[in-house]
């Protein structure tokens, strides 16, 4: 019996920690199509950031708020001097960011070394919370806190602000928006900002859980595809209810069948795409 | 064809074959990596250039081609007269299959198929123990020793590999430049017309993403019996990249393209990495570059640029 | 016409490029002793690489680069830590630089990935990859390890915790890979046979960022839980394991890589008090250890470990085996020879090789306590003379099947 609380536990922050990851990668796959492969390593950049700020002394909430900016200012770099100059080549767009997450990642490995940089878990949430006899970390039920605030957040940007109308409008359908006047430039590269802000944010967030380490970004890239695919592209909500999904499949297929971790993790995105390409909640990627 | 397009092909062929002949060991050996990366390459290329599909996933027909020759060369110990035809059947077979399922999708959906999938080989192979000796892989493997020649020695392991691949690469050719090959290319270009003239457009990608699996399991023929080992991390998503990168950067949608692109990928992996401690990060630059200013590739680029040097460009 | 201007193209392209070499090559000097170092520094396991090779350019600087009176040229080969990348590696460092030696790898499937090149091109190869079967099943004649093989440490802590930490039941966790798997076998056959039972033994996914499922799981009812982990998911592990309030019911105890000097300087006070094995510590008091050590911490600002001792050890019995041969390192038969009848001191203590070509020497017990402000592994207890199979005859040994997920098989597990 407590194995299973604490299994479901497991999975809703992990389902948290998977959405503040996917969130930002949804976004951009949503309204501007790209599949952005570096999705990962700024993920990762996140958490180096987050990691070296951390240790010059100052909390995780100014960390993970450095880590958000600066990744959302690469973000912007990216967008505008590389993925600009590819419109209209989904192809290319898609390597151009698989070059870049090369790019990243050896940069990552350059400035911090081949060492994992823990982030310490913040003082107020390091002593275990004991609930029904058992001990489950606190911070992350934070961490989980943080995903439904962010989620709740983002909700209301996109359903309530007019910047969120004009994703709305560029999702459903990018020429209308523009022929009524939408500035898709400058709403193309706000949006990259704030996916990449996102990842970010993540991985300043899933820092002490994951720590900064070569090789994150290939283990988070992934998973933020199956999620996004599997909620369905240009569906937050999906975003969101996919993450928690994933968690559960994760966590508890990984007690049950540890050998099959890989098929697992994978076999929802391949029948998703396969039977039902909208995914759980969105619209057809192709 | 065109009365003597047949020319550069053989003078390359040539070229190559008395290549052993002046060059150290060393070369010979990455030489003989150059030609498995081709003809990798080059049967993906048959998906991203001539069918218009970006597959990220071909590593896995490589993997699965090597893996079934060295298990049941080192579990059922038998020669190479059996193993070879088994794994390049049943690679094609599996083929058969991972293209009816990658195929429900196009495009984006396309691609991320291709990569679940590979990453779902890559994972079994690290964690089914028991089959694939997981992480350390399969070793003692040996080349074959086709009619008595040795394959052990470099010199002769190229000499082998040229053969293999040139028939590839030829048989290739033929294949994009046959009727079928032209109704390819018409889906890749215009799907929908090709459809409405009663073309069975997902037959024919289909049949494309068999043949490409095909040319892929001998790659990983090529590769199993050079290496003499193999590792799960052969079927990881990079490799499939490199290759992926290697026919982009060569230019897809002609049969040199990949070629030349393997020869630049191998050779810079090889090279650079002992030269430049930041490799990845100038693969990863060059990946970008060509991307965007050679998006078809270096052979049309180079063609592209040198075209304004020269006045008499046809 | 399109189809022959790219195929004059690519041929040029190819005469070209085929042509570099000629022109770029490292030229091999003749009259030096040329070492190969087959190391990973980049990707994952590029931290353990870095030191290797700092480890090794430590050991040439203090002796001017010259050993056995001889100048020696060090090629360093970067394989970012793939077997094909190893091959590849390998042969270019013994056909393109012509080297005496080689030094490494790093990684069990490279050391696997290039075991038949060694054997045909007879390398003398000091290896720091614990791959079990190079020394024992497939014993390789050109390979000796004064590391370590997967399990001779693991012998050593199982003996520990059964008869001195007085440990009765035990969970066992490791990475899912070979080297995990060799270890925690190892461990569960030694602890078993001295009257312990193992009650339950995990393997998360050697990539599995995070432990909470496998933390779930972990029985509460046991004395303590063994990390075979290697890397970063050792000190990923424990501060997890605190995190979930396991601290108080459950002791935990490691393999040699579990904490590992590079990774204890990132660690805090969560690891104190844990003892872990390993067949070096930087802490040891020997005189060769205090001034490497110290040497090493002031160059680099932090301890050597596991990899940057591997390879300062490995340059002491080279220098040794050169002075045996009269410095003539072609003499590739003369050289291994020596290698293999190595008897010296060095900084982790006396190193000599079994007849397989595996290290015999002192392991050590350590436990993580702070001096000077930092976190260190302090040597509580020597086991000398430590063979990979541990007090098992080797015949006996050899004829079980090697260590695995599945054998020994456990017979006291509890579900």
Partial sequence: ?286 | MTQRAWLPPLVLLLCLAVFPLFAGEYFVNLGSQVLVAAVFASSLNLLVGYAGLTSLGHASFLGLSAYISAWLAVRMGLGHAVTAPAALLLTTLIGMAFGWIALRATGLGFLMLTLALSQIVWGVGFRWVSLTNGDNGLSGLTRPQPFGWNLEISNNYFWFSLIVAGLSVFLMSRFVDSPFGASLRGTRDQPRRMSALGFNVWAIRWVAFVVSSFFAAVAGLLYVYFHKYIHPSVMSISVSAEALLSVIAGGSGTIAGPLLGALLVVVMKNYASAYIERWNMLLGFVFVFIVIFMPNGVVPGLRHWTRHWRKDSP | MSNRREFLQATSGAAVTLALPGLASAQARDDHVRIGLMTVKTGPLASGGIDMERGLNMYLAERNNMLAGRKVQLFVADTGGTPANAKSKIQELVELNKIHVLIGPLAAFEALAIDDYLRAQKVPTLSVAAAEDMTQRKANPWFVRASSSSAQCAHVMADHCAKTLKYKRMALIADDIAYGQEMNAGFQRVFEDAGGKIVQKLFPPLTAPDYGSFLAQLKTNVDAVFLGFAGSNGFRFVRQFNEYGLRDKVAIVGGMTALDESVLRNMGDEALGIQTVNWYSAELANPLNVKFAAAFRKQFGYDPGYYGAATYVNGAILEAALNAVGGKAADRDGLMAAMRKTDILSARGPVKFDSYGNVVGDVYIRRVERKDGRLVNSVVKTYPNVSQFWTYDPKAFLANPVYSRDWPPAKNLES
């Fill in chain 1, 1 to 286: 019996m407590q194995i299973w609380v604490i299994q479901t536990l497991n999975s809703l922050s992990l389902g948290g920690l998977l959405f503040m990851l996917s969130s930002g990668f949804a976004l951009i796959f949503g309204l501007m199509r790209i599949a952005n492969l570096t999705h990962g390593a700024l993920f990762m950049l996140g958490a180096y950031v987050a990691a070296t700020v951390v240790r010059a002394g100052y909390g995780l909430a100014l960390a993970a708020l450095a880590a958000a900016v600066a990744i959302a200012i690469v973000g912007g770099l990216i967008e505008r001097l590389i993925l600009r100059r590819l419109t209209g080549n989904p192809q290319g767009q898609v390597l151009a960011t698989l070059g870049l997450s090369f790019v990243a990642a050896d940069f990552c490995l350059m400035v911090w070394g081949g060492d994992p940089i823990p982030i310490n878990t913040p003082a107020m949430f390091r002593t275990p919370l004991q609930l029904l006899g058992l001990s489950f970390p606190t911070y992350r039920l934070f961490v989980l806190a943080v995903s439904i605030v962010s989620a709740a957040a983002l909700y209301l940007l996109i359903e309530r602000t007019r910047l969120g109308a004009m994703i709305r409008a560029g999702v459903d359908d990018m020429q209308m928006a523009r022929a009524v006047g939408i500035p898709a430039s400058r709403l193309f590269t706000t949006v990259f900002c704030l996916g990449a802000g996102l990842a970010g944010l993540g991985g300043a967030i899933g820092g002490p859980i994951f720590n900064a380490y070569p090789g994150l970004d290939g283990e988070m890239l992934p998973l933020a595809l199956i999620v996004v695919i599997l909620g369905g592209v240009g569906s937050l909500v999906g975003t969101f209810v996919a993450s928690f999904v994933i968690g559960f499949v994760y966590t508890f297929g990984i007690a049950l069948a540890p050998d099959l971790a890989y098929v697992i993790l994978f076999l929802p995105m391949v029948v998703v795409i396969a039977f039902r390409p909208t995914g759980l909640f969105g619209r057809a990627i192709t």
